[in-house]
């Protein structure tokens, strides 16, 4: 297994400019959950599906747009990127029911100017 | 809404002696669960060890054991024996759980405590 993959590793972006952030696992995963972390802080979450067709927000969805046609993939979509959107952003999944931990993938980091 | 605070921003630890890393925590939910991450300076995180809000006993994993403290809401990391390799950012999450102990994925971070491990 690949386990959680995300591309791409590094983006720069200009201000205004929109992109999808890639995010795939091959577990079966039902949950899948995007987070960012900026410098000195945990993670936040954006959005998180609990299965194809579902998702929902989180604690700091406002700028970005997520969508779940397959249970592998879980793309975050920036609509219109904003310096305040500079950041890792962390794609992660879990299966349920059951008390595993999620998995993280490597991360992707994003510059906005 | 769920609240987990990590007091120390950094700890120093000489090699082969234990640390312990502080985690409280607010919830209002009956059911819960306890996750400790290591994010070395790489950058992934990883999982080392979790605890459930029912759980009777503290969870081990190797040297890492995590302190459940329930009615003081804390649920602190003690590493035993440390590696120069344990230096790294630590960070303390939980998620709200139904009383079968599944999830809907969501996870609350603290803000983390960064580890240094001297020689």
């Known amino acids: 297994n690949a386990g959680v993959t995300q591309t791409p590793k590094f983006q720069v972006l200009k201000t205004g400019q929109s992109m999808t952030l890639q995010c795939a696992q091959d577990?079966?995963?039902?949950?899948m959950s995007w987070y960012r972390q900026d410098p000195g802080m945990g993670l936040r979450l954006i959005h998180y599906s609990v299965g194809a067709g579902i998702t929902d927000q989180g604690e700091v969805p406002n700028g970005y747009n997520v969508s779940r046609s397959t249970t592998e993939d879980f793309p975050l979509r920036l609509l219109s990127a904003a310096p305040s959107q500079t950041s890792v952003y962390f794609c992660?999944?879990?299966?349920?029911?059951?008390?595993?931990?999620?998995?993280f993938g490597p991360g992707t980091r994003l510059l906005v100017l | 809404a769920q609240k987990i605070t990590q007091t120390q921003p950094g700890m120093f630890v000489q090699e082969k002696e234990a640390v312990t890393l502080d985690c409280t925590y607010d919830?209002?939910?009956?059911?819960?669960?306890l996750f400790w991450y290591k994010q070395p300076s790489s950058g992934e995180m990883i999982f080392l060890i979790y605890q459930g809000s029912y759980d009777q006993q503290n969870a081990t994993e190797g040297r890492y054991s995590l302190n459940f403290q329930k009615a003081r809401k804390s649920a602190n990391l003690v590493i035993s024996a440390s590696q120069l390799g344990d230096s790294a950012m630590y960070f303390c999450?939980?998620?709200?759980?139904?009383?079968?102990?599944?999830?809907?994925?969501?996870?609350?971070f603290g803000q983390g405590t960064i580890l240094t491990v001297h020689p």
């Open positions: 992660a999944s879990s299966y349920s029911p059951g008390r595993e931990t999620q998995y």
């Open positions: 919830t209002s939910d009956p059911s819960y669960g």
């Open positions: 577990m079966n995963h039902e949950y």
């Open positions: 999450a939980m998620r709200e759980e139904n009383a079968g102990g599944t999830s809907y994925g969501k996870l609350t």
